[in-house]
């Protein structure tokens, strides 16, 4: 059957995450909360050492620490620190209690390189159906609440005022981006994750008019990051999480020189 | 009729009382300006009208059949976020082309539906907020300093558009600004705002007002001239005693 190829699982497996990461991509850099995305990504180590100790699957424990810390930093926020030193406390005292955690782990030399920048390679059938359980589901509230999210985005005030609760669209994102962590640890990583979320976003920016437009490119320019990485790290015999990142980031270098000659040529 | 009814509210934001006891009531086709110094709790109350912020005690009744039009005082879109007008408009529910159009006609901005919005002027951003706020047909629409950053030519063009908005879809309107000589010519009546309301009534009680000229002291006598010049000439044709009297009281500021 194809999926026993360890090589269409691993192709399979990126492609759900960048999927389901371009359009959660698009609203993290709408909103400025790049660092939310470290901050629940590097939380996720700690669940990883959570999920050993307590033998529970590294799924449900990347997925419960990533949710406490998306609940903590909403809760925080506009209580007297600045988000960006709020977050920035919290992803690196997430990571560093994480990495204690993990080495006082009696008996289990795990392998924290894969925690840390994924193993594509080594994608089970079983971790295939979370990741794309997962992308289909974090699709589905995104698509759901599109509308809604977009006008919180713009401006708290212009939601309200259409019937709309920004803090609860706060929180389904919020809720949409734990799970992105959560399934795609085992593919890039809980350093590279949010390299996954910004950067085809960031590339798709000088290609869209529209914001629906933008999220489709990004999941565009995610696929082909994914799907080319994965081939370069083979041919080339290179880790292949930060073999992804480094293409996407190469591609939105190109979207740079695109777009800078598409407005040389109008001007 | 009474579209939105607001008895003892009181705001605290961040421990500062922002609203003390305001009681305050806006009717069908009425326009109301809000007056006030910077940290009086003008855009406080209108964001407590559109469900922003809640009240601390007191409450906020809107009619059952209330629909807001809202044009917040400033709107930041992101660099990174490629809108068009259209789609903007389509915000939270879409909007077929037609009906977009005939919002950007309705505000004075005819033909804008695929530029982006990072591409507008002040003044055209300004009007199609407008436009966007007047898609739903609201019965009441809230302004929220919306010509800042218009120069005076702009902001009057502007508020003319608003006299055009409400003559065709006889919506009352509450707006809070600076501009006192600009929008208090044109309101109903005025509520002088400091965190409770110091005065209220029609403009010409408020700007006479011990309160109000506490407050605005000597920085406005240029605009309260302009303000009582305009309004003299509607009233020359009844009274010209009244003129004459205005006149000298004028020249004794």
Known sequence: ?267 | MTLVDIQGLNVRLGGNTVLHHVDFQIGTGEIVTIVGPNGSGKSTLLRAIIGAVKPTSGQVKPAKDLRIGYVPQTLHIDPTLPITVCRFLGLPSRVSTQIANEALIGAGVEGLGNQQMADLSGGQFQRVLLARALLNRPNLLLLDEATQGLDQLGSAAFYRQIEDVRRNMGCSVLMVSHELHVVMSASDRVICLNGHVCCEGAPEHVASAPEYRALFGSGTQGALALYRHEHNHSHDHQDGHDHSHSNNHEAAE
């Open chain 1, 1 to 267: 059957m194809m999926l026993d190829s360890f090589l269409v699982r691993a192709a399979l497996a990126g492609l759900g995450v960048a999927i389901a990461a371009a359009p959660l991509g698009c609203f993290v850099v709408w909103r400025r909360m790049a660092y939310f995305g470290d901050a629940t990504a590097h939380a996720a180590i700690l669940g990883v050492a959570l999920a050993l100790s307590f033998s529970m699957s590294i799924f449900t424990g990347v997925l419960t620490v990533a949710l406490l810390m998306a609940a903590l930093v909403s809760s925080l926020s506009g209580r007297g620190f600045a988000m960006d030193t709020l977050l920035g406390v919290m992803a690196h005292s997430a990571l560093a209690f994480g990495l204690v955690a993990v080495s006082l782990l009696q008996g289990a030399r795990i392998d924290l390189m894969a925690y840390l920048f994924g193993d594509i390679l080594a994608v089970g059938k079983t971790d295939l159906a979370v990741i794309w359980i997962g992308a289909v589901l974090v699709l589905s509230m995104v698509t759901w609440r599109w509308s809604a999210l977009l006008t919180s985005t713009l401006n708290p005030d212009l939601a309200y005022a259409s019937g709309i609760n920004p803090r609860r669209e706060q929180l389904v994102l919020t809720l949409a981006l734990a799970l992105v962590v959560a399934v795609a640890i085992k593919v890039v990583g809980a350093l590279l994750i949010s390299a996954m979320l910004i950067i085809p976003a960031a590339a798709a920016r000088a290609f869209a008019n529209t914001p629906e437009r933008m999220a489709i490119i990004a999941a565009g320019i995610g696929a082909m990051s994914a799907l080319g990485g994965l081939q370069l790290s083979i041919h080339f015999d290179t880790p292949t999480g930060p073999t992804i990142v480094g293409l996407a980031a190469v591609l939105f270098a190109l979207s740079g020189v695109g777009d800078m000659a598409r407005r040389a040529g109008q001007g």
